[in-house]
């Protein structure tokens, strides 16, 4: 079946440090990818997408490739803010599907 | 406001009672879908909706949890006879057609004594 699996957390970063929190998946086809934040006290947000191989997702300075090759999904920011702190979750969901499959979420501390 | 309304945004209730719990999508936005989000275990989908349409419900938890919508519009995830394993903070999203990103409410904590 389909599946996720991210990097355990917590995260502990200083303010401008290099941030990678790695995915990979399994799944039939070719899945559309997603990284959601979940900000304290908030619900979940859409962070970026990609959907197909090779496609670069970025947002707010977070950026991700969708590599098939190696099935995997990384998430990177060249300098992490104090504001980045929060839950991040990679997803998949299959072509034609409506079903969105979540990681188990990597919290990040961003510290000043 | 333009996002997904859900209510109560907390729910503290005694083993055995009944919740309901109601989600406000996007105007416009067709496609509803319900996740549970517990404690150590990640996201977990429940159900979705097309319309007032639901028409795979295998990810239910059990037969105490059903869920409606109506008017292509409001949804209601009802859970009957709770049990402690049912606190979680309950997620609802929209999106505009089924295969377009979902948009996240702030969710409902459900919490069982």
């Known amino acids: 079946g389909n599946s996720v699996t991210q990097m355990e957390g917590p995260v502990t970063l200083s303010e401008e440090a290099f941030l990678t929190i790695n995915c990979t998946y399994t799944?039939?086809?070719?899945?559309?990818l997603f990284w959601y934040v979940q900000y304290p006290g908030e619900g979940l947000q859409l962070l970026l997408k990609?959907?197909?191989?090779?496609d670069k997702g970025s947002n707010k300075g977070f950026e991700a490739t969708y590599r098939k090759e190696t099935t995997s999904f990384h998430l990177e920011k060249g300098s992490v803010q104090v504001s980045d702190s929060a839950v991040y979750f990679c997803?998949?969901?299959?072509?034609?599907?409506?079903?969105?499959?979540f990681g188990a979420g990597t919290r990040l501390f961003v510290k000043a | 406001g333009a996002g997904v309304s859900q209510s109560p945004s907390n729910k503290v209730t005694e083993k055995g009672k009944d919740v309901e719990l109601r989600c406000d999508p996007i105007?416009?936005?067709?496609?509803l879908y319900w996740y549970r989000q517990s404690l150590g275990q990640g996201l977990e989908f429940l159900i979705y909706?097309?319309?007032?349409?639901?028409?795979?419900k295998s990810g239910l938890p059990s037969d105490r949890f059903s869920a409606e919508r109506t008017g292509g519009s409001v949804s209601t995830l009802t859970i009957q006879r709770t049990q402690q394993e049912d606190s979680a903070v309950y997620l609802c999203?929209?999106?505009?057609?089924?295969?377009?990103?979902?948009?996240f409410g702030d969710g409902t904590r459900l919490s069982i004594l």
């Open positions: 997803a998949l969901r299959n072509t034609g599907g409506f079903k969105t499959i």
């Open positions: 999203a929209s999106s505009e057609e089924l295969n377009q990103p979902q948009h």
């Open positions: 799944a039939t086809g070719y899945p559309s």
């Open positions: 990609a959907t197909k191989a090779d």
């Open positions: 909706f097309q319309g007032n349409s639901a028409p795979d």
């Open positions: 105007s416009g936005h067709t496609a």
